[in-house]
């Protein structure tokens, strides 16, 4: 069973900016693509950013493209997450998530990713 843990959501103004990070617990993370979704209260989860598993290859949702940077350390298990230039909209409970296969480039689609974190919330105002 793998275990994803979110940290460092927050209050933020907008223009503002949030490093979100996510530890696993898999000793196979290195093997594993990773992601991030987020979701708002009555709204379906909603793809962020995702990056492969030794971390050459990123794909951003077109909301975030620009101002949001996924990367990994293999070494230390972790993924984050740069958000830049923070907007109203981008206010949710972001979730960090994985694949349950390997070498797996997984799609925007959530069905594609077998494990969450808990998820963090980011809260931008205005």
């Known amino acids: 069973q793998v275990q994803l843990v979110e940290s460092g959501g927050g209050l933020v103004q907008a223009g503002g900016s949030l490093r979100l990070s996510c530890l696993a617990s898999?000793?196979?993370?290195?093997?594993?693509?990773m992601g991030w979704f987020r979701q708002v209260p009555g709204k379906e989860r909603e793809f962020v950013a995702r990056?492969?598993?030794?971390?050459?290859?990123?794909y951003y949702a077109d909301s975030v493209k620009g101002r949001f940077t996924i990367s990994r350390d293999n070494a230390k298990n972790t993924v984050t997450l740069q958000m830049n230039s923070l907007k109203l909209e981008d206010t949710a409970v972001y979730y960090c998530?994985?694949?349950?296969?390997?070498?797996?480039?997984?799609?925007?689609?959530?069905?594609?990713?077998?494990?969450w974190g808990q998820g963090t919330q980011v809260t931008v105002s205005s």
């Open positions: 998530t994985s694949p349950a296969y390997a070498f797996f480039l997984p799609s925007t689609s959530a069905k594609d990713y077998g494990y």
């Open positions: 990056i492969s598993w030794e971390g050459s290859i990123t």
């Open positions: 898999a000793r196979t993370f290195s093997s594993h693509a």
